[in-house]
């Protein structure tokens, strides 16, 4: 990571002067990108990092939303502060759900997201008085400062790269490399000394906030936010990103939203078949590209060094 | 989807007023009436039907899922896919032939084996290829499966929903003590009953069900045993492909047709699973019977909240008991 | 010499379905002591350790470890006090490298791994590195521990345990698989241990020339229960251990 150091500062210049150079509609697709990335990094938190498949994520992603959006709506809360308590919000959700779910691993772990994000789902659902259901809220609006798309643009980035950091930090640290352990050989660790459960939930809290964090950044973006939001085609969506770009490297799962987010624009424009087109997509990546892109491309990389993988590279 | 046993009531003829209670009681086999108590039973064993037919079409379903499952490891996202589209070709075929009488009889056995061919295909293209990879990846494939075939029903068959008209002998209600149950349901119910006999009938007493079974509990015995796992492979799939074809060629004429039934039938095919264990025949029959009366029941007491009540079941199961209540104990 | 008891089992049962792995057992370690279980397999021994470290439940019998009753206690809790266990089959982190496993195995006895800023890179450098040299791993430092050699992964194993800096550690057959040199300096170093910082070990062997040369008592196990106690050369005399076991390996 730190070698690709120099690569990322020049994409951070480039990202800073999209706007400059690129229409409106696209200036849409970067902030859409980077929202749905910070999504899919707090997914591959658990999922790459610890080896757990969630399929539920999207809970948080929607409680996250909703809490924005009905602070801005019903109370006119200033949206920093949204945004905390969305992270907060989602991590009280994430640690209520989290506590059944980690005492389970593999396929029931997945189910058992994927049934408990149905439920927040349904509850969003039908309580029509608090949150108007399927009505969905409207009327979420940045604060003037924020309006433009431009404005919302940088507005967003500066969040994703801060949340970025952070979790790159929390993958590096000591718990991240615990997550690791926990992945590769959950036995084992216990019997060096960790509450494999324990730390599991954390985790699992920790990736909660982030992608509720993502989530109130959607509403004043979207205007609009909708149960939606909640449910397995949302939580599918974090999956397919980090399948695409790649599960074992940090940016992998930015890397799929760059390439899931631009396709889904680009073939929305003229077809409106775009479920066959991801899956199509999706099966070309499994069949023949079992690491993503990025691992594809770490295969290719390595044939042209000659000394042996050093720890940032093998697989973290 | 479509309608449900407690949409339909009797024709009010047939509701006798009985002024004395007494009467009733002192005859039990008096029909329902239309006090109270009366019509409180016809209600309960009409949903009951209700219930039991939408259990016996999520048996239907989740027996292919289970049965593919416990042999080959796949969970099959796209299961209630193929479903759906038995139902749509069931449908395509029953309009060529709709000047015969018999023409649903026959378009529903056509659709299955359409629909088992279909399933080869698959298997041959598609699914063997990830026999050896991991779980999220083989989710991934059957989930992309999933909007794949979305899609192509789209394509195929357009956006409108489509009815099938019922034949006449099973349009109406038949009376069961006075309570009227829709005829066709009846004939789903059997149809389940008639499928839950056979898949047990293969699997205990057939040699090549003896061999699945030993599939299920280990791939190496079985092929040092000179038979070839792959067509093992294969045919189950085939196998569970057939049998969810035909379910949806059978539910096709129970309501209408729609886009995106697939995606609801799923979930609750999954949570039928859950809850009565992962390659447990016994266990999907029993999990798709509670699912299905809870779907019918919740109807009465909170219309809204039948798949959250769903999800809620399965929630506990997976807390409580990982494994479903017919599946075997395991670490988990 | 302080003669404290550091591991009191009484009277240990385990049954698996109708199987009784464990039939009985008591056992007493004291501090300091290098020692031996050995028995044919399926005597019990993996059972023995597994009940030992938390890794199954006990169905009847105590277990006290520097006087305290550990008996059914999580395996992350008896590893905190003070035991830790090789594996007989290698349990490593195969995705990380040879530094990243004994890493992780201080880090945890530090304390440290709640830690979710500091770059681990920078974490217990000198640490790690010494348990390395230790162990003789040093050269392979950077290699990804699944493709180390299985010597290499059983030393890899050792230094795992070693890392949680444990007062009683349990080996699974710590030589299975090494040449004969490779095995010297394992036990060698095993012994040095034993030595210089009065770790408890308790180890299983097939090779006898291991057990006889390296611990100080030993126990015999036949299914399930204690057969023969004592010195080496009291078991070697043992009539009831050599029909057992003894008279098997020739």
């Known amino acids: 990571m730190r070698r690709y150091g120099w690569f990322l500062g020049l994409i951070f210049i480039l990202a800073l002067i999209l706007p400059q150079v690129l229409g409106e509609f696209w200036v849409h697709v970067a902030v859409e990108i980077l929202i749905l990335g910070i999504f899919a990094v707090s997914f591959n938190m658990i999922f790459g990092y610890m080896g757990q498949l969630s399929f539920g994520h999207a809970a948080y992603y929607g409680v996250g939303a909703y809490i924005t959006g009905m602070l801005m709506v019903k109370a006119s809360v200033p949206l920093p502060i949204c945004l905390a308590l969305s992270m907060i919000g989602a991590g009280i959700c994430a640690l209520i759900i989290g506590y059944f779910c980690v005492r389970l691993t593999g396929i029931y772990f997945a189910i058992l997201t994927m049934a408990f994000g149905q439920l927040i789902y349904y509850i969003i659902f039908k309580w029509y008085s608090f949150t108007r259901g399927d009505d969905g809220l409207q009327g979420i609006i940045a604060p003037p400062l924020l309006f433009s798309a431009n404005a919302y643009y940088y507005f967003t980035l500066l969040i994703a790269a801060a949340a970025l950091i952070v979790m790159w930090f929390i993958s590096e640290s000591p718990f991240g490399y615990t997550m690791r352990a926990i992945r590769d050989n959950a036995d084992r660790t216990r019997f060096i000394g960790i509450n494999v459960r324990k730390y599991m939930l954390i985790n699992f809290v920790v990736a909660g906030m982030f992608a509720g964090l993502a989530g109130a950044l959607w509403g004043p973006f979207n205007r609009s936010i909708a149960p939606d939001l909640c449910n397995w085609h949302q939580s599918g969506t974090p999956v397919f990103m980090t399948v695409i770009g790649g599960p074992f490297g940090f940016l992998g799962p930015m890397i799929g939203s760059v390439i899931y987010t631009f396709l889904m624009a680009f073939v929305t424009g003229f077809t409106e078949y775009w479920p066959l087109t991801i899956g199509l997509v999706i099966i070309f990546v499994v069949l023949f590209l079992p690491g993503g892109v990025l691992g594809f491309f770490e295969s290719r990389m390595k044939g042209f060094r000659s000394n042996a993988s050093k720890p940032e590279e093998t697989i973290p | ?332 | 010499m302080a003669e404290e008891v550091i591991l009191k089992v009484e009277k240990l049962n385990k049954a698996f379905g109708g199987l009784k792995a464990t039939n009985n057992i008591s056992y007493k370690m004291t501090t300091g002591e290098i020692s031996a279980i050995i028995g044919p397999n399926g005597a019990g021994k993996s059972t023995f350790f597994n009940l030992l470290t938390g890794y199954h439940s006990v169905d009847s019998g105590n277990i006290f470890f520097k006087g305290i009753n550990i008996t059914n206690w999580p395996p992350y809790r008896i590893t905190r006090l003070g035991i830790a266990r090789a594996f007989q089959v290698s349990n490593i982190y195969p995705r990380l490298t040879t530094y990243e496993n004994v890493r992780q195995a201080i880090l945890s006895q530090q304390k440290k791994t709640l830690d979710f800023f500091t770059p681990a890179h920078r974490l217990a450098k000198k640490e790690t590195q010494e348990l390395l040299e230790i162990t003789g791993l040093s050269q392979q430092s950077d290699i990804t521990a699944g493709n180390l050699s299985q010597g290499d992964k059983k030393r890899l194993e050792l230094a795992i345990a070693l890392g949680s800096k444990p007062d009683l550690v349990f080996l699974d057959e710590p030589t299975a698989g090494m040449s004969g040199e490779e095995t010297h300096e394992t036990m060698e170093l095993v012994k040095r241990l034993n030595e210089e910082i009065g770790l408890t070990i308790l180890f299983t062997e097939h090779d006898m020339s291991v057990v006889f040369g390296y611990a100080r008592r030993l126990t015999v196990l036949h299914q399930g229960t204690v057969i023969a106690e004592g010195t080496p050369e009291e078991v070697r005399t043992n009539e009831e251990a050599q029909r057992v076991y003894l008279g098997e390996e020739t």
């Open chain 2, 1 to 332: 989807m479509g309608s449900r046993g407690g949409d339909y009531r009797g024709p009010k003829s047939r509701e006798k007023i009985n002024p004395s209670g007494k009467d009733r009681d002192k005859n039990p086999a008096h029909p329902a009436g239309s006090t109270g108590k009366g019509m409180y039973i016809t209600l309960l064993m009409s949903q009951f039907m209700s219930g039991l037919s939408q259990g016996m079409m999520l048996f239907l379903i989740a027996s292919g899922l289970s049965l593919i499952f416990g042999v080959m490891n796949i969970l099959n996202f796209a299961h209630a896919s193929f479903w759906l589209v038995g139902a749509y070709f069931c449908h395509s075929f029953w309009l060529l032939m709709k000047d015969y009488g018999f023409g649903l009889w026959v378009s529903i056995p056509l659709a299955g084996l359409v629909m088992a061919g279909i399933g080869w295909l698959i298997e041959v293209i598609l699914i063997r290829r990830v026999y050896s990879r991991d779980l999220p990846e083989q989710l991934l494939l059957t989930y992309a499966m999933f909007l794949i075939i979305g899609d192509i029903i789209k394509i195929s068959w357009g956006v409108e929903d489509r009815l099938i008209i019922r034949p006449a002998g099973v349009a109406g209600p038949v009376f069961f003590f006075g309570i009227p149950i829709d005829s066709y349901f009846i004939f789903v119910i059997l149809v389940g009953v008639g499928v839950a006999i056979g898949l047990w009938f293969f699997l205990k007493k057939t040699k090549y069900g003896h061999i699945v079974r030993a599939a299920v509990f280990s791939r190496e015995m079985v092929s040092a045993l000179g038979i070839p796992v792959p067509r093992v492979y294969t045919g189950v799939f085939i196998l569970g492909i057939f049998i969810a074809g035909t379910a949806g060629a059978v539910q096709a004429p129970v309501g209408s047709i729609t886009l995106g039934m697939d995606m609801a039938v799923i979930i609750q095919a999954f949570c039928v699973v859950v809850i009565g264990g992962f390659g447990s025949l016994l266990g999907t029959l029993v999990g798709s019977i509670i699912v299905g009366e809870i779907y019918a029941f919740s109807i009465l007491f909170w219309p809204q909240g039948a798949l959250a009540l769903i999800f809620i079941v399965t929630a506990i199961i997976l807390i409580v008991r990982p494994w479903g209540l017919f599946g075997t104990p395991m670490r988990v």
